[in-house]
């Protein structure tokens, strides 16, 4: 993002300077994974970061859609050469993230005691499902085994059913990619004290568990003591749930406080001398009938009108279509949309001096900036067209073009 500043001594002068976002300088290289690593790089470069993504070679098409802002080499690291490539871009980097399970990259003869030998400023991100340590360490997984090993699994659901995995949301993204980002912005904010790089072991089982401290905390306030799906917060409660309205949406209602439960009786015009009190758990199923019975009786939008300007904590659920055109997220920018007309949430949080300023052009072809990339670090013209020739590093220029 430009802006203009002006300065005047005797004449005005127009300067134009680039406003810095938060990590503006921090060179990361992300090694391509499946969905944590690749978020968590796509916040760094969201953020200002300058990520390079080391993508495999012989790999026409990417799955990978969290590649905003970065750019992407084609390496192979089953190569000694390759493996000295990413050795010396490591040597000139800030970050490095890695998403494999343990003793991969010491297979690759890229573990981080080698590494941070050469650059021992470089954070050394390992993003696991399990760990560096401990007997499933080795192990492959995805994001269900991890929440089920966290405990938080056990929690999630409603009564009388399996535990329910919200899509792969708390352990790949939050406990894992987000915490991730998190551990590489406190181990830079350290080094800038120490001078010195670190090892970062993160991993999604810990992450999740981590993310999950409330409801460990919280247990002794007698919020989770019952089965799953009969607690307050885990759609248990009838003023905690999701309604059905006649038109096929749904309400969500979040009305814990008393005062805001009573503006929620009021709203679905609910007689309250005729009910139980809130917190009579044992009146709570039959609650849950009478609020839904009522939802739907009107619409989503009927709803909206009749609770919009009341604290009964009452919000219409939004499809991913409807959001960005929702009064409150239009006039906050909280989507954006790319050149490709692909709409996606804003980076957050808003830093409101130098804020994240998302790419909105297309993610990078698989090798799309391998000879600039290359270039950049210090590899000669030369060396490049070696690497290529011997099946070391793609150069994807033609797709470029397209
Ligand atoms: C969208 C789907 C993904 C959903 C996310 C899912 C729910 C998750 O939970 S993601 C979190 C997974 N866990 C982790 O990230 C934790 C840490 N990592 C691991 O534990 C493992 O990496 C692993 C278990 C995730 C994968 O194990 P794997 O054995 O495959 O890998 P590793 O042991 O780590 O070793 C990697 C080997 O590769 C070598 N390597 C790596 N880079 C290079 C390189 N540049 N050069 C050379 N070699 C390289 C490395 O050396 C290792 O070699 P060795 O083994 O010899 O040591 C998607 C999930 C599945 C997708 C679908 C699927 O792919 C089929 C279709 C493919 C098609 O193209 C598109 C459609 C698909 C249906 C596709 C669609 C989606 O993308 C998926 C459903």
Redesign the pocket.
């Known amino acids: 993002m430009f802006f203009v500043s002006i300065a005047s001594q005797g004449s005005t002068k127009l300067i134009l300077q680039m406003q810095k976002m938060a990590l503006a300088g921090i060179r990361v290289l992300e090694?391509?994974?499946?969905?944590?690593?690749p978020f968590c790089g796509m916040i760094l470069a969201d953020f200002g970061a300058k990520v390079v993504k080391?993508?495999?070679?012989r790999t026409s098409?990417t799955?990978d859609v969290q590649a905003r802002g970065k750019r992407s080499i084609?390496?192979?690291?089953?190569?000694s050469e390759?493996a000295t490539i990413l050795k010396k871009l490591c040597s000139q980097s800030d970050v490095l993230i890695e998403?494999?399970?343990k003793?991969?990259?010491e297979?690759?003869g890229l573990g981080p005691e080698k590494i941070l030998q050469e650059n021992p400023k470089l954070i050394y991100a390992r993003?696991?499902?399990?760990g560096q340590s401990g007997p499933y360490a080795e192990?492959?997984?995805?994001?269900?085994?991890?929440l089920a090993i966290s405990g938080l699994l056990s929690k999630l659901g409603r009564q009388g059913e399996n535990p329910y995995a919200p899509a792969?949301l708390l352990?790949?993204f939050a406990g894992?990619g987000l915490l991730c980002a998190v551990g590489i912005v406190m181990a830079l904010f350290e080094r800038s004290r120490s001078d010195k790089g670190q090892v970062i072991d993160a991993?999604?089982v810990e992450g999740a568990a981590y993310i999950g401290s409330f409801l460990w905390k919280s247990q002794n306030l007698g919020l989770w003591n019952r089965p799953r799906g009969q607690n307050l917060l885990d759609s248990g409660a009838p003023f905690y749930e999701t309604y059905k309205t006649s038109d096929g949406k749904f309400m969500a209602v979040g009305a814990l406080e008393p005062q805001f439960y009573e503006e929620l009786i009021k709203g679905l015009q609910l007689d309250s001398l005729k009910l139980p009190s809130q917190m009579s758990f044992s009146d709570w199923p039959e609650m849950k009938k009478i609020m839904a019975e009522t939802f739907s009786k009107k619409t989503q939008a009927e709803w909206c009108k009749i609770f919009e300007g009341t604290d009964a904590c009452v919000t219409p659920v939004l499809s991913l279509d409807e959001v960005s055109s929702h009064p409150h997220n239009k006039e906050r920018g909280s989507f954006i949309t790319d050149c490709q007309g692909e709409i996606s949430p804003r980076p957050a949080p808003l830093l409101l001096r130098t804020p994240a300023t998302p790419s909105l052009t297309r993610d990078p072809f698989i090798g799309e900036h391998t000879e600039s990339v290359l270039r950049e670090y210090g590899f000669s013209k030369e060396e490049i067209a070696k690497f290529q020739a011997a099946g070391i590093i793609e150069c994807n220029r033609a797709k470029a073009n397209l």
Do not use: C, E, S
Not at 31 to 37: F, H, S, T
Not at 54 to 57: I, K, Q
Not at 139 to 146: E, L, Q, S
């Open positions: 090694i391509a994974g499946l969905a944590p690593a080391v993508d495999r070679t098409m799955v084609a390496l192979n690291l089953k190569t390759g998403p494999f399970r003793g991969v990259m297979k690759l993003l696991t499902g399990f192990a492959a997984g995805h994001d269900i085994n991890y792969n352990a790949d894992g991993n999604m």
